[in-house]
């Protein structure tokens, strides 16, 4: 059996059960993931009724600036701990357990666990008023709670409108998809069309999510000179799409990016593999705790993840799979051919993917 590389490992091919993998390469990785979820477990997001210290703490740390390598991110590394051990008082334990969970979604590149580990002890020696967070009920001052902006931000959204044929075929010739797949999106309405910023877009829409991509194919061109192929419409709140169509099914493959909700929906088609359902991420950063309510609805089902396959998608993936048997998910993972980065790259292959395709729900 032909053998390819995943990052700096060989595994075997054309399919072949990741978990082995994950757990070999993120083995601390998915034990800080756990303990963040065990010290949050009983606690929504949604709620604001006296909201406990570590879930205002760890709304705290959403709304910080992002620790960048060359922008001066050790400082807002330290700035991070410091709120957690000084301005919310919490133990070196239930920081690190914050802080990890912030380190894989604020932080690039990524920290080690013994520089957060290092960085927390510093913390933890400052001098200064210890506490001071906490007499701040709810959302602070100097970061505002994003519920309301987040809603203002909404409610200026353009006027999303249903797809027509030539849409539908259009969408399916940029993204080499069947265009039974684009028109199952259609019908489930989580594909739209919409002008923004002056394009006539398809936007991916679910919930208080929304992203769009010029049906152009063209990127968007941003202030600051950076073009980017899909734009997340002011206000988007969400973590996974696809919660739409999740029904009873048993069979879950997770996939990264709101396309790849698409891409996962032609692949179910193309094998004629109706007994499984589709969920994706709408990025790498996308973790469970900020999707509890789903998560529960994912509990005891067989779950399938399909990992992007770069680092990123690794550690995507290694968190899926925590949160996903810390609520007694059947869980595997297979990876995908040389060559390959995401289910994408296979459907544009054509005929010649239809047998790695089908091998995927076996």
């Excluded at 949050?40 to 406990?52: C, K």
């Excluded at 249903?162 to 993204?175: F, K, M, N, Q």
Aim: hydrophobic content about 40%.
């Amino acid at each position: 059996m032909r053998s390819w590389r995943v990052g700096p490992l060989a595994v075997k091919g054309p399919q072949h059960d990741l978990i082995t993998l994950l757990r070999d390469c993120y083995p601390i990785l998915i034990v800080t993931i756990m303990n963040s979820s065990s010290l949050l477990h009983g606690y929504s997001i949604e709620s604001t009724d006296s909201p406990s210290t570590l879930l205002r703490a760890r709304r705290y740390l959403e709304k910080l600036p992002h620790s960048i390598q060359g922008q001066q991110g050790s400082k807002a590394l330290f700035s991070a701990a410091c709120c957690l051990v000084r301005g919310f008082a919490l133990s070196n334990d239930e920081a690190m357990a914050l802080l990890a969970e912030w380190n894989l979604t604020h932080c690039v590149p990524p920290w080690s666990l013994s520089d957060l580990k290092r960085v927390i002890k510093s913390a933890s020696s400052t001098n200064g008023q210890k506490g001071h967070l906490l007499d701040r009920p709810g959302e602070t001052s100097r970061h505002p709670g994003l519920t309301h902006s987040s809603w203002m931000s909404r409610s200026r959204w353009p006027t999303f409108h249903p797809l027509s044929t030539e849409d539908v075929e259009r969408i399916a010739e940029l993204r080499s998809l069947p265009t039974e797949a684009v028109d199952v999106a259609r019908r489930l309405e989580v594909l739209k069309i919409a002008r923004v910023d002056g394009h006539r877009c398809y936007v991916l829409h679910e919930g208080k999510f929304s992203q769009a991509r010029r049906l152009d194919g063209k990127p968007f061109s941003m202030p600051d000179g950076r073009e980017i192929k899909a734009k997340n419409l002011p206000g988007s709140e969400g973590a996974f799409v696809g919660a739409c169509a999740l029904g009873k099914e048993a069979n879950v493959i997770l996939v990264e990016g709101c396309v790849g909700w698409m891409e996962g929906v032609a692949a179910v088609l193309i094998s004629d593999r109706t007994d499984w359902t589709v969920l994706a991420a709408t990025s790498a950063s996308s973790r469970f705790n900020r999707a509890p309510e789903l998560l529960k609805t994912l509990a005891g089902r067989r779950v399938r993840i399909i990992p992007d396959s770069d680092v990123a998608g690794r550690e995507a993936a290694a968190s899926w799979l925590a949160d996903l048997e810390s609520v007694r998910c059947q869980v595997d993972a297979v990876g995908l051919p040389p060559g390959t980065k995401d289910l994408g790259d296979l459907l544009r292959m054509g005929e010649r993917a239809h047998e790695t395709l089908n091998s995927l729900f076996r």
